[in-house]
Every structure is written in structure tokens, then in C-alpha cells.
């Protein structure tokens, strides 16, 4: 079974401060995502990875930067928190190639910026 | 702007109906348009998907319809049960843009014993 897993369930942090999200997926998957679920919105891409060292913006990027330093590992980074950006964190991996790819999600991190 | 539109935001259905969700959507580029099914605490798992060259693909209880000339594809649930009761996300991949994939905004399905 492919899994995703994401380090942290719930995570409350205060305006300003950096926070790091990590994901791990253990089925050597080239693509990785974060997504952030808000109710009505549903799934919005923030970034995505494509392979090691590289990173693509998504729809929302703004106030988030990304890590791949290892193909299994894929961080989001919050360089000064706000409280905008309290909501469900979600990391998926698919298999590279371009095609119809299914992409396994984590069980997300709901982070809380007080 | 939200290139994936699906309704209803909310949907309660009686244990053995019909659930049904809907999804329109613009870029005609797009050419695969699957449906993810979320439980809660959990995070959304891949539940039926569907290519614009096939008008319906049935698995089970759930099917896909797909209407290409009007931009819009939809999941109906036969027979549904209460363990059903989850958020169901249609999405949308365009065939230029890799494993990118555009999201609608989510349907919470309440099933009814």
C-alpha cells in the first residue's frame, strides 16, 4: 500500500512564527503536492514537485515556499505564519510520466495560527 | 477563479437513494476528470474516474456520467448507504500541465439510516 504520511495531525502555532510541514511517501513517487482544504473552496494547490531540487507554484503560493532536498520528502514552509493561513494541509504523491496518474493523499495537518 | 465548479455544497439523502453531485467545468484542455472521496480525519482517496472519450464508467454502486459538449460530468451513488457519508471532491486534469490537478469545492453527502 502507498502511504503518505504527514508529521504533525494538529499543529497551533502564533502569528510570525516559521513553520515547517513535512511529508514522507514511501513508494517512490517523482510528483508530490500540498493543498490546503477550507470549507466551500475545497482543494487548492499551493506548490508541487516534479522531481528532486525542483519546485513548481501552484494556484495560491503566496506566503508558502516548498522543499525537496530527497524524492521521498516534500516540506511546505510558512516563513512568518498568519492567521490567514490557519486551515488543512494536505500532501499527495502520484507516480511521474504525465498521465493519468492517481494521486495518494496523507492524512493532513490542521494548523491553527493564533 | 474556479476552473471546476461542483454543487451542491451539501447534499442528505435517504439510506437506498440516489446521491447525486455535479461538476461543470471550462478548459477544454482537460482530459481526465476523476472523483476523490474523503472521510473524516482522513484525507481523500481516489473513489471513480473518467477520460472524455467515454460517456459513463460504472464501478459498483457508483457511476460517472460525462457530457462533454456541455462541460459537465457527474456522480450518481445507487443504493446509498450511510457508510457513504463522506466529502466528495470531482476534479479536473488538463493534458499540458502534468499531474496537476484542479479540485472542486467539495460536497458533504449525509446518508440517512
Known amino acids: 500500500d502507498v502511504k503518505v504520511t504527514q508529521s504533525s495531525r494538529y499543529l497551533v502555532k502564533r502569528t510570525g512564527e516559521k513553520v515547517f510541514l513535512e511529508c514522507v511517501q514511501d513508494m517512490d513517487h517523482e510528483n508530490m503536492f500540498w493543498y490546503r482544504q477550507d470549507p466551500g473552496l475545497g482543494l487548492r494547490l499551493i506548490y508541487f514537485?516534479?522531481?528532486?531540487?525542483?519546485?513548481e507554484k501552484g494556484d495560491i503560493p503566496e506566503g508558502y515556499s516548498v522543499s525537496r532536498e530527497k524524492k521521498e520528502r516534500f516540506s511546505l514552509i510558512l516563513e512568518s505564519a498568519s492567521t490567514n493561513q490557519t486551515s488543512m494541509y494536505l500532501c499527495?504523491?502520484?507516480?511521474?510520466?504525465?498521465?493519468?496518474?492517481?494521486?495518494?493523499f496523507g492524512p493532513g495537518t490542521r494548523l491553527t495560527v493564533l | 477563479q474556479q476552473q471546476v465548479k461542483q454543487s451542491p455544497q451539501s447534499l442528505i439523502v435517504q439510506k437506498g437513494g440516489i446521491s447525486i453531485i455535479n461538476c461543470a467545468y471550462e478548459?477544454?484542455?482537460?482530459?481526465?476528470f476523476p472523483w476523490y472521496q474523503q472521510f473524516p480525519g482522513k484525507g481523500p482517496a481516489l473513489l471513480i474516474a473518467i477520460r472524455p472519450d467515454v460517456s459513463e464508467k460504472k464501478e459498483g454502486r457508483f457511476t460517472i456520467s460525462f457530457n462533454k459538449s456541455a462541460k459537465q460530468f457527474s456522480l450518481h451513488i445507487m443504493d446509498s448507504q450511510p457508510g457513504d457519508s463522506a466529502t466528495y471532491f470531482c476534479a479536473a486534469r488538463s493534458y499540458n500541465q502534468g499531474g496537476k490537478l484542479i479540485f472542486g469545492q467539495g460536497t458533504e453527502l449525509s446518508v440517512k439510516p
Open positions: 499527495a504523491s502520484s507516480l511521474g510520466g504525465g498521465l493519468q496518474r492517481e494521486q495518494f
Open positions: 478548459n477544454t484542455a482537460f482530459d481526465y
Open positions: 514537485s516534479y522531481d528532486v531540487k525542483m519546485k
